[in-house]
């Protein structure tokens, strides 16, 4: 049983994280849009928790938070997958600048994001 505590910690991290995610979705994301806000915002969101859980935890030896927080919240809140598919229908319906600008401006912020998050616990 002790080798399942580690699983069900990520389990119930990454419930609550998709959860939060497809609830982002709704609120956000419009149908035939040029830029997904849900994803977006929910995967800036993500990274800045990430940074901040990471600077927070980075002397912790708590390794079942870690994988609450870390593995599970934040992997099941942001999303490379949809943010793919997304780029992909904006290229099937040749929206290249939007494409563009969505593809950037995620990893641009997103790595930001981060950072902010990290650098603000430090």
């Known amino acids: 049983m002790k080798s399942l505590i580690p699983f069900l910690w990520v389990f119930l991290g990454g419930g609550l994280g998709s959860v939060l995610r497809y609830q982002f979705s709704v609120w956000f ?13 929910a995967n800036l969101i993500g990274c800045l928790l990430l940074g901040l859980f ?27 997958s949809t943010f793919s598919k ?3 229908s904006l290229l099937e319906r040749e929206l290249y600048l939007p494409y563009i600008l ?10 930001l994001f981060l950072f902010i998050g990290y650098r603000i616990i430090r």
């Not at 927070?56 to 992997?75: A, E, I, P, V």
């Not at 969505?102 to 790595?111: A, D, K, V």
């Open 102 to 111: 969505y593809t950037t401006s995620s990893l641009l912020f997103g790595i």
């Open 54 to 80: 990471t600077s927070l935890l980075n002397k912790s030896d708590n390794q079942h938070l870690q994988l609450l927080l870390l593995t599970g919240l934040c992997g099941g809140f942001t999303t490379f």
């Open 29 to 41: 994301n419009k149908e035939d849009s040029y830029f997904q806000w849900g994803t977006f915002t």
């Open 86 to 88: 997304e780029g992909l």
